[in-house]
């Protein structure tokens, strides 16, 4: 069966799952749900110590089984010890048919792949992966099926039940021990734990784990006490290093200036740049140096900034910092620099669910004039994958994406027109993740493309005279005409992962890749 | 023999490393006015063969979208030059660029064996055209019989690394060193008609030092500047932006010229005041300027 | 043209292959080596194919390690090796064997 973005979602899965296809962006809008909630036991006794000695005493005290879901956190990003920690001891008891429901898996974790490999693990939801992980599942090692969410959209599955949690492991880098976490100060010192609160709310067992134990109370708690049935103290966490980086040094490529001057001109001469707009956007190259060009135009014209919103990195917590944008709202710190800003009152914290959950009363990213986004390819109906290397190896995530390219009033893809000979404007994506709906303009290289249905950015641009206007067929026959036309990738029948929409429908199916 | 293409824009000229094939396979995505690709100084001695079938094939098959194409060879005291030029010249090159010229003879032996490949490779005689750097001080001091050498010879470019180590001095950031060959040189190419370039700014992390530079160098009369990192092509090309004023003047006496010459008339004024047709070459200049950077949207 | 001997061209680098051409007895073998195999293989060796015909080689073992080079930079480096490989030396027939 075809779904709205023309993708064919195989019978079988349609069936096995009970999703239906994707509908289009508005079709579950207004529509009544009921939300789900967890089994937990209750702490009466105040004698009670929530303290254990290892993950091993955790895991059993909270009935660890076969067949079970542990979920996780990625705040602590290319650093991470958390995962790779809980799930050694899993494998180490023997326990099998394991479904993980992270946040998000990347290259810290490819010791996962023996375990998918021996059936411990056998399905996986995450917003994506990388490295090790996606290799396996694209080659079909997966037993069951890879689902990919968006950051919204994991919230929303687990919220409404559809994706059930046995027990939550929280890396915290301060705890105390009766479980007040906090995303700040430690040795592995994230900022905020944003995506986490969701597996707070609603797993029936909640495991914090954490290398800095700190005097009750932890507070302001960014997870409470009520929620966290057991703490366990480890020698470490996480790599900080690899956590909250120091801020990228600003790009010296002349091509990523390139985009990002047409996409800060893309931004100032759209009718939603005044006083008081909102704003999010990426921590690739072009995305940082776009922040600092929007900057000094902000300034020459004194438009302030109303929010900022997203994952943070040093450029936009600068505007903050500079009195240049009133407010912050935080689900992610990218750098130091972000992490330190926190200090400032007007620097939020938000849970993933007020960021971008679709079936709530209403996220943030609805109320966003700008999204400035990256992508892997985007094809003629402005489809984009950020999932699936052109190769077709599942190689990223769908991180916030689908959900601030569909909430945001005008969503911005930046992308170099080629990635070596790969043309990134093509034809048809690998495999859609953000219906071309969402999508209302792409900068490239070569020139800007304005999504025909988006008539007024279009007229806007034209009339500014601003940038290279191109149509989206024209950029991906340059593309064709330097590098060629790439042959289709051949895949198996075998469908191992599903790239769910944000509202639970199915986007596109991922299928086993074949050997050359 | 009159090559259109002879008195082009050239504010900015991109060194390009043949033998490496990111660099030149779209360079002109950060919109030079010319490249050089270079067979040259940048091309390690056992990889000249291979330089050669890059530049023959992306001569060939890549569209540079009207970005000039000059190739500089090697140095005629090598046994490379006359290959290089029958590769570029078959590829289908814009321009051959002379390294360490000194004499005007130099130029005609060039440009005889350039005639000769255009023959050889079926391409209309005078196709190829020449530009000469001066590395030398003895090349500095002919600079005028150089540029009345030939034709084909478009400019003449100053090369201030190799002319320094002739000078006996270090090149200072300052531009000291280079005063007297600057302006020297830009009064030989305006007395020949062609037109003069300057050396390259090769420490990217000075970018002021680099503005600084490309200002001066455009206030004393040159016609632009080589370039070694895409990062300098806009600085350059703000600077080489006509003021609005400039432009406004150009237009006039562009439209004020040709409708008095249509009616006959000789003598001609803006804004009530006389102008005389020598203002007429510097107005096309300014307009051609100003279209090149984007500032003129109006009807010449 | 007759393969003499083992030789290289190309780097590693991006946009750029490595090719090595080696003598061998009887036909062309040819191994190639890409991270775009599966968009771009069948056109990577179309491209080795034909240039190595206009070459004239008909016997050589030819390994190509590609990443990501444009078939310009395929032809180049190819032809490189070859003319490498077979001692050639003096004028190159621009636009007849090399095209």
């Given at each position: 069966?075809?779904?709205?973005?023309?993708?064919?979602?195989?019978?079988?899965?349609?069936?096995?799952?009970?999703?239906?296809?994707?509908?289009?962006?508005?079709?579950?809008?207004?529509?009544?749900?009921?939300?789900?909630?967890?089994?937990?036991?209750?702490?009466?006794?105040?004698?009670?110590?929530?303290?254990?000695?290892?993950?091993?005493?955790?895991?059993?005290?909270?009935?660890?089984?076969?067949?079970?879901?542990?979920?996780?956190?990625?705040?602590?990003?290319?650093?991470?010890?958390?995962?790779?920690?809980?799930?050694?001891?899993?494998?180490?008891?023997?326990?099998?048919?394991?479904?993980?429901?992270?946040?998000?898996?990347?290259?810290?974790?490819?010791?996962?792949?023996?375990?998918?490999?021996?059936?411990?693990?056998?399905?996986?939801?995450?917003s994506?992966?990388?490295?090790?992980?996606?290799?396996?599942?694209?080659?079909?090692?997966?037993?069951?099926?890879?689902?990919?969410r968006s950051h919204g959209g994991r919230v929303r599955?687990?919220?409404?039940?559809?994706?059930?949690?046995?027990?939550?492991?929280?890396?915290?880098?301060?705890?105390?021990?009766?479980?007040?976490?906090?995303?700040?100060?430690?040795?592995?010192?994230?900022?905020?734990?944003?995506?986490?609160?969701?597996?707070?709310?609603?797993?029936?067992?909640?495991?914090?784990?954490?290398?800095?134990?700190?005097?009750?109370?932890?507070?302001?708690?960014?997870?409470?006490?009520?929620?966290?049935?057991?703490?366990?103290?480890?020698?470490?966490?996480?790599?900080?290093?690899?956590?909250?980086?120091?801020?990228?040094?600003?790009?010296?490529?002349?091509?990523?200036?390139?985009?990002?001057?047409?996409?800060?001109?893309?931004?100032?001469?759209?009718?939603?740049?005044?006083?008081?707009?909102?704003?999010q956007?990426?921590?690739?190259?072009?995305?940082?140096?776009?922040?600092?060009?929007?900057?000094?135009?902000?300034?020459?014209?004194?438009?302030?900034?109303?929010?900022?919103v997203g994952?943070?990195?040093?450029?936009?917590?600068?505007?903050?910092?500079?009195?240049?944008?009133?407010?912050?709202?935080?689900v992610?710190?990218?750098?130091?620099?972000?992490?330190?800003?926190?200090?400032?009152?007007?620097?939020?914290?938000?849970?993933a669910?007020?960021y971008a959950n679709p079936?709530?009363?209403?996220a943030v990213v609805n109320?966003l004039?700008?999204v400035?986004l990256?992508?892997?390819?985007?094809?003629?109906?402005?489809?984009?994958?950020?999932?699936?290397?052109?190769?077709?190896?599942?190689?990223?995530?769908q991180g916030g994406h689908p959900d601030t390219a569909q909430g945001a009033?005008?969503a911005?893809?930046?992308?170099?027109?080629?990635?070596?000979?790969?043309?990134?404007?093509?034809?048809?994506?690998?495999?859609?993740?953000t219906?071309?709906?969402s999508?209302?303009?792409?900068?490239?290289?070569?020139?800007?493309?304005?999504?025909?249905?988006?008539?007024?950015?279009?007229?806007?641009?034209?009339?500014?005279?601003?940038?290279?206007?191109?149509?989206?067929?024209?950029?991906?026959?340059?593309?064709?005409?330097?590098?060629?036309?790439?042959?289709?990738?051949?895949?198996?029948?075998?469908?191992?992962?599903?790239?769910?929409a944000r509202d639970?429908?199915?986007?596109?199916?991922?299928?086993?890749?074949?050997?050359? | 023999?009159?090559?259109?293409?002879?008195?082009?824009?050239?504010?900015?000229?991109?060194?390009?490393?043949?033998?490496?094939?990111?660099?030149?396979?779209?360079?002109?995505?950060?919109?030079?006015?010319?490249?050089?690709?270079?067979?040259?100084?940048?091309?390690?001695?056992?990889?000249?063969?291979?330089?050669?079938?890059?530049?023959?094939?992306?001569?060939?098959?890549?569209?540079?979208?009207?970005?000039?194409?000059?190739?500089?060879?090697?140095?005629?005291?090598?046994?490379?030059?006359?290959?290089?030029?029958?590769?570029?010249?078959?590829?289908?090159?814009?321009?051959?660029?002379?390294?360490?010229?000194?004499?005007?003879?130099?130029?005609?032996?060039?440009?005889?064996?350039?005639?000769?490949?255009?023959?050889?490779?079926?391409?209309?005689?005078?196709?190829?055209?020449?530009?000469?750097?001066?590395?030398?001080?003895?090349?500095?001091?002919?600079?005028?019989?150089?540029?009345?050498?030939?034709?084909?010879?478009?400019?003449?470019?100053?090369?201030?690394?190799?002319?320094?180590?002739?000078?006996?001095?270090?090149?200072?950031?300052?531009?000291?060193?280079?005063?007297?060959?600057?302006?020297?040189?830009?009064?030989?190419?305006?007395?020949?008609?062609?037109?003069?370039?300057?050396?390259?700014?090769?420490?990217?992390?000075?970018?002021?030092?680099?503005?600084?530079?490309?200002?001066?160098?455009?206030?004393?009369?040159?016609?632009?500047?080589?370039?070694?990192?895409?990062?300098?092509?806009?600085?350059?090309?703000?600077?080489?932006?006509?003021?609005?004023?400039?432009?406004?003047?150009?237009?006039?006496?562009?439209?004020?010229?040709?409708?008095?010459?249509?009616?006959?008339?000789?003598?001609?004024?803006?804004?009530?005041?006389?102008?005389?047709?020598?203002?007429?070459?510097?107005?096309?200049?300014?307009?051609?300027?100003?279209?090149?950077?984007?500032?003129?949207?109006?009807?010449? | 043209?007759?393969?003499?001997?083992?030789?290289?061209?190309?780097?590693?680098?991006?946009?750029?292959?490595?090719?090595?051409?080696?003598?061998?007895?009887?036909?062309?073998?040819?191994?190639?080596?890409?991270?775009?195999?599966?968009?771009?293989?069948?056109?990577?060796?179309?491209?080795?194919?034909?240039?190595?015909?206009?070459?004239?080689?008909?016997?050589?073992?030819?390994?190509?390690?590609?990443?990501?080079?444009?078939?310009?930079?395929?032809?180049?480096?190819?032809?490189?090796?070859?003319?490498?490989?077979?001692?050639?030396?003096?004028?190159?027939?621009?636009?007849?064997?090399?095209?």
């Amino acid at each position: 069966m075809k779904n709205a973005v023309g993708r064919e979602i195989p019978e079988e899965i349609i069936e096995i799952t009970g999703k239906e296809p994707f509908q289009g962006n508005y079709y579950r809008d207004d529509k009544p749900i009921t939300l789900h909630g967890p089994t937990i036991r209750p702490v009466i006794n105040n004698q009670k110590s929530k303290l254990v000695g290892s993950i091993r005493e955790a895991l059993e005290k909270c009935d660890a089984h076969d067949g079970m879901t542990v979920s996780f956190h990625h705040h602590f990003r290319d650093g991470d010890l958390i995962v790779n920690m809980v799930m050694k001891e899993i494998h180490d008891m023997g326990l099998k048919d394991i479904r993980i429901c992270a946040t998000s898996l990347g290259k810290a974790h490819s010791a996962l792949v023996p375990m998918i490999e021996d059936g411990t693990i056998t399905n996986i939801e995450s917003s994506g992966v990388r490295g090790g992980i996606g290799e396996a599942i694209s080659k079909g090692k997966l037993k069951g099926l890879a689902i990919m969410r968006s950051h919204g959209g994991r919230v929303r599955s687990i919220a409404t039940g559809e994706s059930h949690i046995d027990i939550a492991f929280i890396g915290a880098p301060t705890a105390d021990d009766y479980g007040n976490l906090r995303g700040i100060g430690g040795k592995a010192d994230c900022g905020v734990l944003s995506y986490a609160i969701v597996d707070g709310n609603h797993a029936d067992h909640c495991v914090a784990i954490t290398d800095c134990l700190v005097p009750y109370p932890n507070f302001p708690a960014h997870i409470s006490q009520t929620k966290v049935d057991y703490v366990c103290v480890v020698d470490e966490i996480g790599i900080p290093s690899k956590i909250a980086t120091g801020a990228a040094k600003p790009t010296t490529d002349q091509r990523k200036l390139l985009m990002a001057q047409y996409c800060t001109d893309v931004v100032v001469n759209t009718p939603w740049f005044k006083d008081g707009f909102s704003y999010q956007t990426g921590v690739g190259g072009a995305s940082i140096a776009s922040t600092q060009y929007l900057a000094d135009i902000m300034r020459e014209r004194n438009i302030r900034m109303g929010f900022g919103v997203g994952g943070l990195t040093k450029a936009m917590c600068k505007l903050l910092d500079d009195g240049m944008a009133d407010v912050m709202l935080d689900v992610q710190d990218f750098d130091l620099d972000a992490v330190k800003s926190l200090k400032n009152v007007n620097h939020h914290r938000i849970p993933a669910a007020v960021y971008a959950n679709p079936l709530n009363k209403g996220a943030v990213v609805n109320k966003l004039d700008y999204v400035v986004l990256a992508s892997l390819e985007v094809d003629v109906h402005f489809n984009c994958n950020v999932v699936v290397g052109s190769d077709g190896m599942i190689t990223g995530a769908q991180g916030g994406h689908p959900d601030t390219a569909q909430g945001a009033k005008c969503a911005i893809v930046i992308c170099p027109l080629l990635q070596g000979r790969i043309p990134a404007i093509c034809s048809e994506v690998t495999t859609v993740t953000t219906p071309g709906e969402s999508i209302d303009v792409v900068v490239t290289d070569y020139g800007v493309a304005v999504n025909p249905a988006r008539q007024d950015i279009l007229q806007a641009l034209k009339e500014a005279e601003c940038v290279p206007l191109k149509t989206i067929e024209e950029l991906r026959d340059i593309a064709y005409s330097i590098v060629g036309e790439p042959d289709k990738v051949e895949f198996e029948d075998r469908v191992v992962g599903i790239i769910e929409a944000r509202d639970g429908t199915i986007m596109d199916v991922v299928r086993q890749i074949k050997e050359v | 023999m009159s090559n259109p293409n002879k008195y082009r824009l050239r504010r900015t000229m991109m060194f390009l490393n043949c033998q490496k094939p990111s660099l030149i396979k779209d360079p002109y995505v950060y919109k030079p006015d010319s490249i050089m690709l270079d067979l040259e100084d940048a091309v390690a001695e056992r990889e000249k063969d291979a330089a050669r079938y890059s530049l023959y094939h992306a001569l060939q098959e890549i569209d540079y979208r009207g970005v000039e194409r000059v190739v500089r060879i090697n140095g005629l005291d090598t046994n490379l030059w006359r290959e290089d030029i029958r590769c570029a010249v078959a590829g289908g090159c814009d321009s051959i660029r002379i390294p360490k010229t000194e004499t005007a003879d130099d130029v005609r032996t060039v440009e005889y064996a350039i005639a000769e490949a255009e023959r050889e490779f079926s391409r209309p005689e005078g196709s190829v055209l020449i530009m000469a750097a001066l590395e030398s001080a003895r090349g500095v001091i002919n600079a005028m019989s150089i540029c009345d050498s030939s034709e084909r010879l478009f400019g003449i470019a100053l090369s201030g690394g190799d002319y320094s180590k002739d000078l006996q001095v270090p090149i200072s950031g300052t531009g000291v060193e280079f005063m007297g060959a600057r302006q020297h040189m830009v009064i030989a190419a305006r007395a020949a008609k062609v037109q003069c370039f300057d050396t390259v700014w090769t420490n990217l992390d000075d970018m002021e030092g680099f503005r600084r530079e490309t200002e001066i160098i455009h206030s004393m009369g040159f016609d632009g500047k080589s370039i070694v990192n895409p990062r300098q092509i806009p600085v350059v090309h703000e600077i080489y932006t006509p003021s609005e004023k400039s432009v406004i003047f150009a237009e006039k006496v562009i439209k004020e010229i040709d409708t008095k010459k249509a009616q006959g008339i000789g003598v001609f004024t803006v804004d009530g005041k006389m102008i005389d047709i020598a203002f007429y070459d510097g107005a096309k200049r300014t307009i051609a300027l100003a279209k090149a950077s984007g500032v003129y949207k109006g009807d010449l | 043209m007759e393969i003499k001997k083992i030789a290289v061209a190309g780097t590693l680098e991006s946009s750029d292959c490595m090719v090595t051409v080696e003598p061998a007895k009887k036909g062309i073998e040819l191994e190639l080596e890409s991270a775009v195999i599966r968009q771009y293989g069948r056109q990577i060796r179309k491209v080795a194919l034909a240039t190595l015909k206009r070459l004239g080689v008909r016997n050589a073992r030819v390994s190509i390690v590609d990443k990501g080079a444009l078939d310009c930079t395929i032809k180049a480096r190819v032809e490189c090796a070859v003319m490498r490989a077979a001692e050639h030396e003096g004028r190159i027939n621009w636009g007849g064997m090399i095209k």
